[in-house]
Each structure stands twice: as C-alpha cells, then as structure tokens.
C-alpha cells in the first residue's frame, strides 16, 4: 500500500465526522463561494463541501471546478457531498482538522 493509499484512508477517516463547512445552492459558484472555500483550505485543509444541483452530472462538473480552481484534490464524493484536502504551508494546528484535538 502507498502513502497516498494511506493518507486517502486517514482522510476519509477524519471526513467522517466533519460537516459542511460550505454549501453550494442550484445558482453554482460565484465569486463569494471560491473566496469561502479558498479561505476554508487553507484554514482547515481537509474540508466537506455540500452541492445541492439535482443532477449527478452537474455535481461532478462542481466537484472538478473546484479542486482544479483551488489545486485541492477529491478524496471522496458520495452523494451530494465532497471531502476535499488541500495542504497548507502554515496551518495553525488549532483550526486544521488534520492534527488530532486533544479533550
């Protein structure tokens, strides 16, 4: 198994139990929601993006805009909704959800 195979998991994993940080009406991307989601990466690094089109079709295009706009990569798409991950060069560890929060 590569790393890549590992990281993807690990992601998946710690995707599961974030939510939505940003949703994306049947109107698609303006120029607010690249700014949110840019702004989001380089907070948090890995984050879920919700897309509310009714056609599959339509989510993908959405989907591949914005990691091809934002170099981010796809680590899952099920449904409506996408985990996206995209690294950062200074992160704060206390935003970013790829540092494990200490109770």
């Known amino acids: ?6 990281d993807r998991k690990r992601f998946k994993a710690i995707g599961h139990s974030l939510k939505p940080v940003i949703i994306i009406s049947h109107k698609g991307l303006s120029a607010n929601i690249r700014n949110e989601i840019d702004r989001a990466l380089s907070d948090h690094e890995l984050i879920k993006i919700k897309i509310l089109t009714a056609k599959r079709a ?3 295009d959405i ?3 914005i ?3 934002h ?3 796809c680590i899952q798409g099920i449904g409506r909704v996408i985990l996206i991950y995209r690294p950062s060069k200074n992160t704060s ?4 959800n790829l540092h494990e929060k200490k109770p």
Not at 1 to 6: E, K, L, N, Y
Not at 93 to 96: G, K, N
């Open 1 to 6: 198994m590569q790393d890549s195979d590992i």
């Open 58 to 60: 339509d989510r993908d």
């Open 63 to 65: 989907s591949k805009e």
């Open 67 to 69: 990691c091809r706009h």
């Open 71 to 73: 170099n981010a990569e």
């Open 93 to 96: 560890p206390r935003l970013s």
